[in-house]
DNA sequence: ATCAAATCATTCGTGTACTAACTATTAGGC
DNA sequence: GCCTAATAGTTAGTACACGAATGATTTGAT
């Protein structure tokens, strides 16, 4: 599997004796990113159809489970996400039952998100999930983690130097 | 921008004296793969929006570029899309003169689609974009790549043994 | 004390992305 | 040749995800 980065032979792309193709799909790293993202969240579904979460909503609870209530504009800093993709998400969880939106007393402004009895006890039913994704993969924990924290290293590559 | 460290005395997390939390948002390598497949992609988006493209539409012209024409479920298994997904994006692609959707005489369910002389004369803008990406993430060539070695790698495990 | 600037959440418009249901066409079994 | 299977693409419905614009509230500088 591994590939060397000039004269790859099997490549289907142009340029075949020149310059290696730098647009070749298989060398995108983007296209290897968005394939494994959906593919292996693709892979909870469906553990998580069964308590009525979507993954993105599963991401949610995950952070709540940490820390409980948050703002909307705290978890979406956790998530990395705009508040505008989480508006609607937490008021299908709130639909769910799993969360509560209420005011902040402190700032009118702030939405409170809380978990709920159900959304906390929901996480017995979580906990079950990593263990069942691992096993899925087949693939050696060391080997995961290692590539976890390659891509924490992405994210923060991509972080750094906003696009201003 | 700057996470919150660890041990932070509002967290709501149990068992921290005892085993390690496998719900921890940070451990989840879905989580990490879903950040860095969004914000990655993100960087393409002022490289691609001078071009009239999305993300997932550069990656049709990629595959396109390689072999034209294609059917959609060519496409489709070349990009691990659904053609539900491709047949509303292809016809964006069609509006934007970059392809040509026609019937394959030989099978008048297939549908053929083909780089028009703009989606060829695309090609040369586009090799500007991944040096422009690796400079933007200003990380070196070989750990990029290793890291998209281990994405394929978790792709394949992922697509072993399917959920049957 | 007041008003401009910053902050917070929501809504809107566009574009994926999936499952399920549907239509049209082709291929095979007889 | 005919009828059922399988195949190819589209449509419908739900749910993200983002940028831009909006409305409400708070902060801060005067």
């Given at each position: 599997m591994s590939r060397s980065p000039r004269t790859d032979p099997t490549s289907a792309a142009p340029e075949i004796g020149g310059a290696?193709?730098?647009?070749a799909l298989d060398r995108q790293v983007c296209f290897a990113l968005a394939v494994a993202s959906r593919n292996v969240i693709g892979l909870y579904r469906p553990l998580l159809e069964p308590m009525g979460l979507t993954h993105p909503q599963y991401l949610v609870m995950l952070a709540l489970w940490e820390?409980?209530?948050?703002?909307v504009s705290e978890l979406a800093a956790r998530l990395s996400l705009e508040p505008a993709t989480l508006s609607p998400l937490l008021k299908r969880l709130e639909a769910n039952g799993m969360v509560a939106r209420g005011r902040d007393p402190r700032d009118d402004r702030a939405l409170a998100i809380t978990l709920t009895t159900k959304g906390r006890r929901a996480r017995r039913q979580a906990e079950r999930i990593p263990p069942a994704i691992m096993a899925r993969l087949g693939m050696g924990l060391p080997e995961v983690e290692d590539l976890r924290d390659g891509l924490t290293r992405l994210i923060d590559a991509a972080d750094r130097e906003g696009p201003a």
């Open positions: 290696p193709d730098l647009l820390q409980s209530p948050l703002k």
